[in-house]
């Protein structure tokens, strides 16, 4: 009798265990669900990107790609994608001699956390206008997007749109090694479980011994695939630009976690020597936002994207290259911008 009502104890503990744990899981997802829809979690905010806006890409080499003519509001900011699965309103459909200016790049060239009208390609189109110059731009940045990448978007699909000039906005993260992935059903369905799994990843990577600066320099040196396949993108895209009489120009990206005492300078050398040597036009970025604050360039607490501020600096300091180019415009001059632009 006494061995019985051991086994039952045991049985009961045993399937109270069972329940419980996945109550507790469904409670904690709920709360998280709940909390998270201030949207002011950045990898919850990623991670709704990837679910609203992205598909998988019958191309292995692009891993995903935007949905088309869709729209989602992600960090509280509405981000809209065009028939051809890029940011912005319908492409025109015939041009009266105007440049087309297509700006390929990743999340930052998107406007991550950015209304679109204050993403680098709506302020460059603001700047030119005022200027008096009138151009089309494209917005063809795409979140998790690496040189190969964006490249082989354009060559594929973005081609059609017949750019007469194309900005490669060039970030650190561009010659990264980026396999596709589906991930699994937790992690595609769960914020709970993107939430450990980041955590987990960060813990790894602590425990290796891994920092920004070690592993930035490992990925640009010479032999390291990822700064090879970025080598061969930028190549092809020079090799089909000299086909179709389209100027090329890479605007170098900074990374924003530290602008006053920056560690990258020697990469942004790299690919202005890299950019000369393939017959692009170099613009290095970080000068237009040197010394600025994370609070005063971030897009939120715990999001290093660049805000609507930084986005404006950037163009400031490509716009000028733009009109020297396109439209003959000399350098140096002055810019004429609104005082209470911002």
């Given at each position: 009798?006494?061995?019985?009502?051991?086994?039952?104890?045991?049985?009961?503990?045993?399937?109270?265990?069972?329940?419980?744990?996945?109550?507790?899981?469904?409670?904690?997802?709920?709360?998280?669900?709940?909390?998270?829809?201030?949207?002011?979690?950045?990898?919850?905010?990623?991670?709704?990107?990837?679910?609203?806006?992205?598909?998988?890409?019958?191309?292995?080499?692009?891993?995903?790609?935007?949905?088309?003519?869709?729209?989602?509001?992600?960090?509280?900011?509405?981000?809209?994608?065009?028939?051809?699965?890029?940011?912005?309103?319908?492409?025109?459909?015939?041009?009266t001699g105007q440049p087309i200016i297509l700006f390929l790049g990743s999340s930052i060239?998107?406007?991550?956390?950015?209304?679109?009208?204050?993403?680098?390609?709506?302020?460059?189109?603001?700047?030119?206008?005022?200027?008096?110059?009138?151009?089309?731009?494209?917005?063809?940045?795409?979140?998790?997007?690496?040189?190969?990448?964006?490249?082989?978007?354009?060559?594929?699909?973005?081609?059609?749109?017949?750019?007469?000039?194309?900005?490669?906005?060039?970030?650190?993260?561009?010659?990264?090694?980026?396999?596709?992935?589906?991930?699994?059903?937790?992690?595609?369905?769960?914020?709970?479980?993107?939430?450990?799994?980041?955590?987990?990843?960060?813990?790894?990577?602590?425990?290796?011994?891994?920092?920004?600066?070690?592993?930035?320099?490992?990925?640009?040196?010479?032999?390291?695939?990822?700064?090879?396949?970025?080598?061969?993108?930028?190549?092809?895209?020079?090799?089909?630009?000299?086909?179709?009489?389209?100027?090329?120009?890479?605007?170098?990206?900074?990374?924003?976690?530290?602008?006053?005492?920056?560690?990258?300078?020697?990469?942004?050398?790299?690919?202005?020597?890299?950019?000369?040597?393939?017959?692009?036009?170099?613009?290095?970025?970080?000068?237009?936002?040197?010394?600025?604050?994370?609070?005063?360039?971030?897009?939120?607490?715990?999001?290093?994207?660049?805000?609507?501020?930084?986005?404006?600096?950037?163009?400031?300091?490509v716009v000028p290259l733009l009109e020297q180019k396109i439209f003959g415009r000399k350098?140096?001059?002055?810019?004429?911008?609104?005082?209470?632009?911002?």
């Amino acid at each position: 009798m006494k061995n019985k009502f051991k086994f039952k104890f045991i049985l009961f503990s045993f399937l109270s265990i069972i329940l419980a744990v996945p109550f507790a899981l469904l409670v904690l997802e709920g709360a998280l669900r709940l909390k998270n829809m201030s949207m002011k979690n950045y990898e919850i905010e990623m991670w709704r990107y990837a679910k609203e806006l992205k598909i998988q890409s019958s191309d292995p080499i692009l891993g995903h790609e935007h949905k088309n003519s869709s729209s989602a509001v992600l960090q509280s900011v509405k981000i809209r994608t065009n028939e051809l699965g890029i940011r912005g309103s319908e492409i025109p459909k015939s041009r009266t001699g105007q440049p087309i200016i297509l700006f390929l790049g990743s999340s930052i060239t998107l406007g991550w956390g950015v209304p679109e009208e204050e993403t680098i390609t709506g302020q460059t189109d603001r700047f030119l206008k005022e200027d008096g110059f009138d151009a089309i731009i494209l917005n063809g940045g795409i979140g998790n997007y690496n040189s190969e990448r964006y490249v082989q978007l354009f060559l594929t699909k973005l081609n059609t749109v017949n750019p007469t000039d194309i900005v490669v906005h060039f970030f650190l993260r561009d010659a990264e090694v980026l396999e596709p992935t589906r991930g699994n059903w937790f992690l595609r369905n769960s914020q709970l479980a993107v939430i450990l799994w980041n955590i987990y990843q960060q813990s790894a990577m602590a425990k290796k011994g891994v920092t920004v600066e070690s592993h930035y320099k490992e990925l640009y040196s010479p032999n390291h695939p990822g700064y090879k396949k970025m080598l061969t993108a930028l190549s092809q895209l020079r090799d089909y630009a000299k086909q179709k009489n389209i100027r090329l120009y890479l605007a170098m990206t900074p990374d924003v976690h530290n602008l006053s005492h920056y560690p990258f300078t020697f990469i942004h050398e790299q690919m202005r020597q890299v950019s000369t040597a393939l017959g692009y036009q170099f613009v290095d970025l970080y000068p237009a936002l040197k010394g600025l604050k994370p609070e005063e360039i971030w897009s939120m607490a715990g999001d290093p994207h660049p805000n609507a501020y930084g986005h404006k600096k950037m163009a400031e300091a490509v716009v000028p290259l733009l009109e020297q180019k396109i439209f003959g415009r000399k350098l140096p001059f002055e810019k004429s911008i609104k005082p209470n632009a911002f």
